[in-house]
């Protein structure tokens, strides 16, 4: 069972000569969560997913896995991994990659499998090279899944199936977390993120750099809000105001955006007669837009 957070990161680095694909992560997960991790192409997603699987080791710091160093072979039937690219040999039907998998755990839930390759609408005889790549990702999932892991590390679990699937995935998340597992999952598919994970972390350029609910990220990003008044007036005086930008000002309605607090533009409005405010919540996509919108440091 597990001792302590299912992954704790200390000072986590990761360099590869001058690049440093990983630098100085600080990270620890909470048991029985979602945790999505998010970045864009050579932001350290990978990398930082190889070390703690233990595929490379780190330049500095450290990592726990399951409450063990990742180099603990002891660990590995605890922990469930679907690559970005599950590539096995092309001659292996579905029931082989599980049958191989399951002899490196230590064995495998076999009425559990059956149980996952009808919920995927998987056929498990046919040879990987007759499959489709969303019916080779129905198997990277299931082979993840199917020894009921207590750490499931996920690299875009959802690429290549359709939204019906896509949902059966989601099921499955919650189903396993709820047992007491916990998912770590990488993704570009920020919608999907968005509604499934418990916390999400943002990595940009090897260094986290925020760690918070999706709630949380959306409270810290900027909102736009349109405010009718009865009659015109002066854009200038919002324009004047600490965080607000993009003031334009179309007959009697303002619209403008708010960077913190809005808490002056709101007494700021009060000054006139107001006859609707309307604000729209930024979702995950522009939260993590602004994040990588940032000047590089």
């Known amino acids: 069972m597990t001792t302590g957070p299912p992954v704790v990161t200390r000072d986590l680095a990761k360099h590869f000569g001058p690049v440093r694909a990983v630098d100085g992560i600080d990270l620890q997960l909470i048991e029985g969560e979602i945790f999505g991790f998010l970045g864009p192409n050579g932001a350290g997603k990978t990398t930082t997913i190889r070390v703690l699987l233990d595929f490379v080791r780190p330049t500095r710091g450290e990592a726990r896995v399951l409450g063990r160093d990742p180099s603990d072979a002891a660990i590995r039937r605890r922990i469930g991994y679907l690559p970005a690219e599950f590539l096995v040999d092309p001659r292996y039907t579905g029931t082989d990659v599980f049958e191989f998998f399951g002899a490196l755990r230590g064995g495998h839930d076999r009425a559990w499998t059956a149980q996952l390759t009808d919920r995927f609408g998987l056929d ?115 324009g004047a105001l600490a965080g607000v930008s993009d003031v334009v000002a179309t007959g009697a309605t303002v619209q403008l955006t708010v960077e913190g607090s809005v808490d002056p533009v709101i007494k700021a409005a009060a000054r006139h007669e107001v006859a609707r405010i309307v604000s729209r919540e930024a979702d995950l996509e522009e939260v993590f837009l602004e994040f990588y919108g940032e000047t590089e440091p």
Not at 129 to 150: C, D, I
Not at 185 to 214: F, M
Request: aromatic share 4%.
């Open 124 to 238: 498990p005889s046919r040879p990987m090279r007759e499959l489709s790549t969303g019916n080779r990702r129905k198997v990277g999932l299931v082979q993840a899944f199917m020894h009921r892991p207590e750490l499931l590390v996920l690299d875009e679990p959802t690429a290549g199936l359709d939204p019906l699937l896509q949902h059966e995935f989601h099921r499955l998340a919650r189903e396993v977390t709820a047992e007491g597992a916990t998912v770590f999952l990488s993704s570009h598919d920020l919608p999907e993120v968005e509604v499934l994970a418990d916390r999400v972390g943002i990595i940009r350029i090897g260094k986290l750099i925020a760690v918070a609910t999706v709630d949380e990220l959306r409270r810290q990003a900027r909102q736009r809000l349109e405010i009718s008044f009865t009659s015109p007036v002066d854009p200038s005086e919002f």
